[in-house]
């Protein structure tokens, strides 16, 4: 009996994490230069058996103009690594955002340091 289905080959979840960390920091908002990592729009990335993934994110404010494509674009980017299952993203307002939140590189590129 063959088996028609591809096996998912579970991922160590470190080296997973840092894919995901790569894949995020390709979405910038698109009125600052900096990617949303940087910009310290996520508050958690979690990894659970086998392959999925749980993102939860903020934006700068709760009227941002790209509310709609930057999460949804920051779901496709991670979706697009290869063994990825599952995607679950969830964007929240608490705590709110501030600039304390960037990360250094991001300061600077800013002007902020």
Do not use: R, W
């Not at 080296?15 to 698109?30: G, H, S």
């Not at 230069?33 to 508050?43: E, K, N, R, S, W």
């Not at 404010?61 to 494509?69: I, K, L, M, R």
């Not at 999460?71 to 690594?81: C, D, T």
């Amino acid at each position: 009996m063959s088996e028609t289905t591809e096996e998912i080959k579970e991922i160590p979840s470190q080296e997973l994490k840092e894919k995901v960390i790569n894949a995020i920091k390709q979405v910038y908002d698109p009125e600052i230069p900096v990617d949303v990592y940087d910009l310290g729009l996520i508050y958690e990335i979690s990894i659970y058996p086998v392959n999925n993934v749980y993102i939860m994110m903020t934006l700068t404010s709760p009227n941002c103009p790209s509310a709609e494509f930057i999460p949804s674009e920051v779901k496709n980017k991670i979706q697009q690594i290869q063994g990825i299952n599952h995607v679950e993203l969830e964007l929240t307002f608490d705590p709110p955002y501030s600039q304390d939140m960037m990360s250094e590189a991001a300061k600077l590129e800013l002007g902020f340091l």
